[in-house]
């Protein structure tokens, strides 16, 4: 660190001496050596980390015209540089959690330039009669609070202030009758274990509840837990500790014959823990509060829930804003909304809502922002509609699928960073979607949409409208209800293969901007598709267009090269011939197939057409009556066989064969069943 930004001093400074204080603030600002007070809730000491700290002085005063405050350089108040910081006492204390209380004067500390931090270090002297039951928060500027690690020296909480906010020490607020700290975990497996924590406010251990034991009164004072709550296998029809309001562990609870869990003044979670919250293989579970709970470090798992309750589970998870692991709701049968989430912004893993046979709506989920690993949602026999409007991004794939009455599904704020991998979009079996609004995607690996919209009453909407690149494969298969392919416009490149096949109602198909579908495009067994444009430009593997009867225009843009192209089953119910723009296609490095393809009169489209590699088959093509179109065609490596066109002249056929015999053809012909006669 540079040495001009560095307080050498620990400055110990009584927060009556001003108004504003900071670790130095000018010459103006010099004042008097102060000690803490030790006592009480209104002590306040603030300096600067440093090596130098017995030799401690204060200054404190109100900076003047400044735009910020000054540190101490030094070991006299002479040549000041800039902190950057300023420390104020605070006439009020801020709103806190319920059943806490503060236990100490608050100050905030306010740094002027977020990229020019340097610890402050803090002394808050605590109420005496409070400490025992007290710990630190930071209050930040979204009125958020952070809890703090500290040591204590003498009665003085130490903290090293780094970020903006609120600083004071709080407490729980005890009943009557609670003063004591139980050093040590307890397992207890009868009532009379649970009898040894009367009028234990803080349990320096673990808590775990199991066996015979049917009456939790004791514990009326617990506030506060070091380790880790485990509940399994009691005779407890409730669970309800009113007083707690940490845990520095995790809290697992496994119970067949839990009905209600009342956790609600739980505020703090996992200090020095993953911090999980674990709720399983509770049958009749009808009630489960943890309304007052922030975050998590760790994950939070709701699975196995309410499969024999008679009631539908009421879930207040409401405060929660922040899960730093993975989110799972599994198998909870009862719960019909996620209400009890309403808050929720970040899930730090993976959020996994799957198997839960009443959940109608997840929409109270529209303010979550992130999800740093997967989505899925799946097997959810009644959901209805999935709101996550909100949601930004997602650092791995997006699953909903095997949702059967799932008609909408919105996304529309999600977006991609360029070069991510495993962010595949998968939307499979849901035959009642009708909306799905995904429009502010950039890119993704693969993208699936499959057995869609089977039973659905309307078409589906589907915006992509943002969607420039996917690194895997578009498939589109069995999209039922789909009519037109018009909402993913910005598409330029499919890295793997593109898949648009049996979907009964598709007319149209606007893929123009698409320019490399570099493994195959293949565009099969669509009854009632009529045009499709595509924008390839770059060599792809494989074109295949099968079993399109009904396929009048067909437009593959400025494509110069493939491995092979197929046509055929194509046109039998068109009304007008078909349309067919190759581009500059020049060479095949594979099989050329023309066969079935009942709207085909004339060979226009392969006029650039040079070079064959393999096989060439023209055969079945009523309405074909020239084949003009292959003039430059001077190579063909494999077998040719023209046959069955009956508006073709067969002289036109052996001229092509034995044009291409003259440029060294050696494969074996097959010409007949076509028009007999001589050409004109």
Not at 313 to 325: A, F, P, Y
Not at 338 to 359: F, H, I, P, Q
Not at 545 to 566: H, I, K, Y
Request: proline share 3%.
């Amino acid at each position: 660190m540079v040495p001009g930004l560095r307080c050498v001093l620990l400055v110990l400074l009584a927060l009556a001496l001003g108004p504003v204080v900071a670790c130095g603030c000018g010459e103006s600002g010099r004042g008097s050596n102060s000690d803490a007070d030790s006592g009480g809730s209104g002590g306040t000491g603030v300096g600067a980390a440093g090596a130098d700290g017995a030799r401690a002085m204060a200054c404190a005063g109100v900076c003047q015209d400044r735009d910020c405050c000054f540190a101490h350089d030094g070991l006299t108040c002479d040549n000041w540089s800039q902190t950057n910081v300023t420390v104020e006492p605070l006439n009020e204390t801020p709103e806190l959690p319920d059943g806490v209380i503060a236990a100490s004067d608050p100050v905030r500390v306010t740094f002027c330039d977020a990229d020019a931090v340097f610890p402050v270090m803090l002394r808050l002297a605590v109420d005496q009669r409070k400490i025992g039951a007290a710990f630190l928060l930071r209050i930040d500027e979204d009125a958020e609070e952070i809890p703090l690690e500290v040591s204590v020296e003498d009665g003085t909480f130490v903290v090293q202030a780094e970020e903006n906010g609120v600083y004071l020490a709080v407490a729980f607020e005890l009943p009557d009758g609670c003063e004591r700290t139980f050093e040590g975990s307890i397992d207890a497996t009868a009532n009379d274990d649970v009898q040894r924590l009367e009028g234990v406010t803080r349990l320096q251990g673990d808590l775990s509840l199991g066996g015979t034991v049917s009456n939790i009164e004791a514990l009326r004072c617990l506030t506060w837990i070091t380790g880790n709550l485990t509940v399994s296998a009691t005779e407890l029809k409730e669970l309800e500790l009113a007083a707690l309001v940490r845990v520095d562990g995790h809290v697992t609870v496994t119970d067949d014959n839990l009905e209600k869990i009342g956790l609600r003044r739980i505020r703090f979670l996992g200090s020095h823990s993953d911090g999980s919250l674990a709720f399983d293989e509770l049958p009749e579970l009808v009630q489960l509060d943890l309304g007052n709970v922030l975050e998590t470090p760790g994950q939070v798992r709701l699975t196995n829930l309410g499969a024999t309750a008679e009631e539908s589970l009421e879930l207040d998870l409401g405060s929660l804003k922040r899960v730093g692991d993975g989110l799972y709701i599994d198998s909870a049968t009862n719960l019909k909304t996620l209400r009890g989430l309403r808050s929720l912004e970040r899930v730090g893993g993976e959020l996994v809502v799957a198997g839960n046979t009443d959940l109608e709506t997840i929409d109270a989920l529209s303010s979550l922002l992130s999800i740093d690993g997967r989505l899925s949602l799946t097997d959810n026999p009644v959901l209805t509609s999935a709101d996550l409007g909100a949601l930004e991004s997602v650092f791995g794939s997006v699953s909903l699928a095997d949702n059967p009455m799932l008609a909408s599904a919105d996304l529309g704020a999600l977006k991609w960073t360029t070069g991510f991998t495993n962010n595949s979009l998968v939307f499979d079996n849901l035959p009642e979607l009708v909306l799905l609004e995904l429009g502010s995607v950039l890119e993704a690996d693969t993208l699936q949409l499959t057995n869609v919209g089977a039973s659905a009453k309307a078409s589906l909407q589907l915006n992509l409208n943002s969607l420039e690149r996917l690194s895997g494969a578009l498939i589109i298969q069995s999209a039922t209800n789909l009519e037109k392919l018009d909402g993913v416009q910005s598409l330029y490149e499919v890295g793997d293969e593109l898949r648009i096949t049996e979907n009964a109602a598709l007319e149209t198909i606007e893929l123009s901007s698409l320019h490399s579908p570099r493994l195959g495009l293949w565009l099969t067994d669509n009854p009632v598709l009529s045009s499709a444009h595509f924008g390839v430009t770059y060599a792809v593997v494989s074109l295949v267009f099968d079993n399109l009867p009904t396929l009048v225009q067909l437009d593959l843009g400025n494509m110069e090269s493939a491995s092979a192209v197929q046509l055929t089953n194509i046109g039998a119910g068109a009304d007008a011939s078909l349309e067919l723009d190759l581009g500059s296609l020049i060479a095949i490095s594979g099989d050329l197939n023309l066969t079935g393809v009942a709207n085909l009169v004339d060979m226009g489209a392969f006029e650039a057409l040079e070079d064959v590699r393999g096989s060439l088959t023209v055969g079945d093509n009523p309405q074909l009556a020239s084949l003009s179109g292959f003039g430059k065609l001077v190579v063909v490596e494999g077998d040719l066989a023209i046959t069955s066109n009956s508006a073709l002249p067969t002289c036109e056929a052996f001229e092509l064969r034995n044009r291409l015999q003259d440029e060294g053809f050696d494969g074996t012909a097959t010409i007949s069943g076509n028009l007999p006669g001589d050409c004109d």
